[in-house]
């Protein structure tokens, strides 16, 4: 063989070790996958330190915040689902909250419509942001590393900075002057000569960098007390904002019991309110359990009209029950994921005809999709599913330059006007109402199914409403069709959310045929080019080897294992 032949072969095993962009990457010790590569390496490097997947969790959360500005964040709020490796699991909700002077009727004009879309425009829009203290509390009752090795990386990433992808640039070119209100986007991806940065320099965010030495520093004080709130609650008084340093002392994140429930011998844990996405999602696998899915076969017409119909009916109780669980008490969970309640909700399923939405009462949007979800796992048998989110792509697309960061517009998640429903989309029903202090209902589903007590499948995606679906039909996707993780998440997916009354599906991934048959069932329906961006791991008892699988619409998205 020539020496060239020599070196082909080897740069062949050199890409086929190294490539990024793989269908499964393998861990004996641990896994993670994060919408970027370079916050998957970031985890498992904590990993190989000895910390556990809450360190990893933390850390891979601060690297996203300079990674993946668009959705990982300082400035916006999410979930924790945490296994723990004895089987128990526990979640921590940091969720944005209201300011202190928010009202019910603060988005609304004198004829008691939405006023300039300031729901999610504007520094109204945005709720008082929980991630620091969220990652700050997980770490203080589960961590094991100290606090100051997780928030490092991150600092390094935005001091030293790291390649402008393609993906990044992109949008960059898109965003950087596309409206005069956006203040930070205007100087956010310029470097020093005021050229947006190009594919491959290196992109530096030192005002980013300062601020997360303060968080380092300080913990959680470092953003909710101190020189950073100062400046918060300046650059809101300054634009127009109703955050204050008040709002800021009393977020507090909360550690709550998850939703759960067994299917097939797995067993099924997810967030509980104040987000929608366990219920619902716990609500459709009982549906489906109840109606013998196994019986049906992966992508057929049966299939979409069952999977429909479940989504119809989660979606519909989700609009009349789902709120701020410290705000409604009396929200009916236990009922909504009970088994008894799944039979009798398929009572009236017809096999052959798609039901009505009833637009009387209850509706909504698609939401904003621009959320990022990592999944964890390590040596020691820990997983984490975290979602969180700035709510639309690079949120409110506002902030201080001092700060380096981007607010959230979160407060678009609350329902907008009080008692008006309609069936084009808006929801004014009690339990999500604004109020000072609530949290606004969200779809973010970060779930772990077990298996003998033990992680078998760590999931999430972005999405707004489509989280929940997209994270339902993974499930369905591993546990019922026994589809490899990889698989499963690329496999074609659909969403229904009950009002508006159609059926969104993957262009392409849903035959002709399918698509005329469920017509004449009399479903409507509606083509988009993609449904999620889920980060999955399995777990392979046989091998002891975690499998991990970042989705191929994530831009520079990676799962990491070691
Ligand atoms: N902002 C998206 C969600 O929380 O559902």
Same mark, same amino acid.
């Given at each position: 063989?020539?020496?060239?032949?020599?070196?082909?072969?080897?740069?062949?095993?050199?890409?086929?070790?190294?490539?990024?962009?793989?269908? !499964?990457?393998?861990?004996?010790?641990?896994?993670?996958?994060?919408?970027?590569?370079?916050?998957?390496?970031?985890?498992?490097?904590?990993?190989?330190?000895?910390?556990?997947?809450?360190?990893?969790?933390?850390?891979?959360?601060?690297?996203?915040?300079?990674?993946?500005?668009?959705?990982?964040? *300082?400035?916006?709020?999410?979930?924790?689902? #945490?296994?723990?490796?004895?089987?128990?699991?526990?979640?921590?909700?940091?969720?944005?909250?209201?300011?202190?002077?928010?009202?019910?009727?603060? #988005?609304?004009?004198?004829?008691?419509?939405?006023?300039?879309?300031?729901?999610?425009?504007?520094?109204?829009?945005?709720?008082?942001?929980?991630?620091?203290?969220?990652?700050?509390?997980?770490? !203080?009752?589960?961590?094991?590393?100290?606090?100051?090795?997780?928030?490092?990386?991150?600092?390094?990433?935005?001091?030293?900075?790291?390649?402008?992808?393609?993906?990044?640039?992109?949008?960059?070119?898109?965003?950087?002057?596309?409206?005069?209100?956006?203040?930070?986007?205007?100087?956010?991806?310029? =470097?020093?000569?005021?050229?947006? @940065?190009?594919?491959?320099?290196?992109?530096?965010?030192?005002?980013?960098?300062?601020?997360?030495?303060?968080?380092?520093?300080?913990?959680?004080?470092?953003?909710?007390?101190?020189?950073?709130?100062?400046?918060?609650?300046?650059?809101?008084?300054?634009?127009?904002?109703?955050?204050?340093?008040?709002?800021?002392?009393?977020?507090?994140?909360?550690?709550?019991?998850?939703?759960?429930?067994?299917?097939?011998?797995?067993?099924? #844990?997810?967030?509980?309110?104040?987000?929608?996405?366990?219920?619902?999602?716990?609500?459709?696998?009982?549906?489906?359990?109840?109606?013998?899915?196994?019986?049906?076969?992966?992508?057929?017409?049966?299939?979409?009209?069952? @999977?429909?119909?479940?989504?119809?009916?989660?979606?519909?109780?989700?609009?009349?029950?789902?709120?701020?669980?410290? +705000?409604?008490?009396?929200?009916?969970?236990?009922?909504?994921?009970?088994?008894?309640?799944?039979?009798?909700? #398929?009572?009236?399923?017809?096999? =052959?005809?798609?039901?009505?939405?009833?637009?009387?009462? +209850?509706?909504?949007?698609?939401?904003?999709?621009?959320?990022?979800? +990592?999944?964890?796992?390590?040596?020691?048998?820990?997983?984490?599913?975290?979602?969180?989110?700035?709510?639309?792509?690079?949120?409110?697309?506002?902030?201080?330059?001092?700060?380096? +960061?981007?607010?959230?517009?979160?407060?678009?998640?609350?329902?907008?006007?009080?008692?008006?429903?309609?069936?084009?989309?808006?929801?004014?029903?009690?339990? =999500?109402?604004?109020?000072?202090?609530?949290?606004?209902?969200?779809?973010?589903?970060?779930? *772990? @199914?077990?298996?003998?007590?033990?992680?078998?499948?760590?999931?999430?995606?972005?999405?707004?409403?489509?989280?929940?679906?997209?994270?339902? !039909?993974?499930?369905?996707?591993?546990?019922?069709?026994?589809?490899?993780?990889?698989?499963?998440?690329?496999?074609?997916?659909?969403?229904? !959310?009950?009002?508006?009354?159609?059926?969104?599906?993957?262009?392409?991934?849903?035959?002709?045929?399918?698509?005329?048959?469920?017509?004449?069932?009399?479903?409507?329906?509606?083509?988009?080019?993609?449904?999620?961006?889920?980060?999955?791991?399995?777990?392979?008892?046989?091998?002891?080897?975690?499998?991990?699988?970042?989705?191929?619409?994530?831009?520079?998205?990676?799962?990491?294992?070691?």
């Amino acid at each position: 063989m020539k020496r060239t032949h020599y070196f082909l072969i080897f740069l062949l095993g050199f890409l086929a070790f190294t490539n990024p962009v793989k269908s !499964q990457t393998f861990g004996k010790n641990g896994m993670v996958v994060s919408d970027h590569y370079l916050a998957s390496e970031v985890g498992v490097e904590i990993l190989k330190k000895g910390g556990n997947a809450i360190d990893a969790a933390v850390a891979t959360a601060f690297a996203l915040a300079v990674t993946h500005p668009e959705a990982g964040n *300082i400035g916006g709020g999410g979930f924790i689902v #945490f296994m723990k490796s004895d089987g128990d699991v526990t979640t921590f909700d940091f969720r944005e909250k209201a300011p202190l002077e928010a009202s019910p009727t603060m #988005f609304l004009d004198e004829n008691g419509e939405i006023k300039d879309n300031s729901n999610h425009r504007g520094l109204l829009s945005v709720g008082v942001p929980g991630t620091v203290a969220g990652l700050y509390q997980a770490h !203080q009752k589960y961590g094991k590393l100290p606090w100051k090795d997780l928030v490092e990386p991150a600092i390094q990433l935005a001091k030293k900075g790291f390649p402008m992808s393609w993906g990044l640039y992109r949008v960059a070119t898109r965003i950087s002057d596309a409206d005069e209100s956006w203040d930070i986007m205007k100087n956010y991806f310029r =470097n020093s000569e005021g050229e947006i @940065v190009a594919p491959g320099e290196l992109w530096k965010q030192e005002a980013l960098a300062e601020t997360l030495t303060e968080i380092k520093n300080h913990g959680r004080d470092g953003f909710y007390k101190g020189k950073v709130a100062a400046e918060i609650e300046a650059y809101m008084k300054a634009n127009g904002g109703i955050i204050t340093q008040e709002d800021l002392a009393k977020y507090e994140a909360v550690e709550r019991k998850p939703v759960s429930t067994t299917f097939d011998g797995y067993e099924i #844990f997810s967030m509980p309110p104040p987000s929608s996405g366990g219920v619902a999602l716990i609500e459709m696998m009982n549906l489906l359990e109840a109606a013998s899915i196994k019986e049906v076969e992966f992508n057929s017409t049966a299939y979409v009209h069952l @999977v429909a119909e479940a989504m119809r009916r989660a979606f519909a109780d989700r609009a009349e029950f789902l709120g701020d669980p410290d +705000f409604n008490p009396k929200m009916p969970v236990d009922k909504l994921i009970s088994k008894e309640f799944a039979k009798g909700r #398929f009572e009236n399923l017809d096999l =052959n005809h798609a039901s009505k939405s009833d637009s009387s009462k +209850f509706g909504q949007l698609y939401g904003g999709d621009h959320t990022t979800h +990592f999944s964890v796992t390590d040596k020691d048998g820990n997983a984490v599913s975290l979602t969180y989110t700035l709510e639309n792509s690079y949120g409110v697309k506002m902030g201080s330059e001092k700060l380096g +960061f981007i607010f959230n517009n979160e407060m678009g998640d609350f329902n907008p006007i009080p008692g008006v429903t309609t069936s084009t989309g808006l929801i004014g029903s009690d339990p =999500n109402l604004v109020a000072p202090e609530k949290r606004m209902l969200s779809s973010m589903t970060p779930t *772990i @199914v077990a298996k003998d007590g033990k992680p078998y499948l760590v999931i999430g995606s972005p999405g707004g409403r489509t989280i929940i679906n997209t994270v339902f !039909q993974t499930v369905l996707n591993v546990l019922v069709y026994e589809m490899r993780i990889d698989r499963a998440i690329e496999a074609m997916k659909i969403h229904h !959310q009950w009002l508006p009354d159609q059926i969104l599906y993957e262009r392409h991934l849903l035959s002709p045929d399918t698509r005329k048959a469920l017509e004449e069932m009399g479903h409507k329906l509606r083509p988009t080019n993609n449904l999620g961006v889920l980060m999955g791991i399995t777990y392979d008892s046989e091998l002891g080897i975690w499998v991990g699988a970042a989705d191929s619409s994530s831009e520079d998205g990676g799962a990491r294992g070691y």
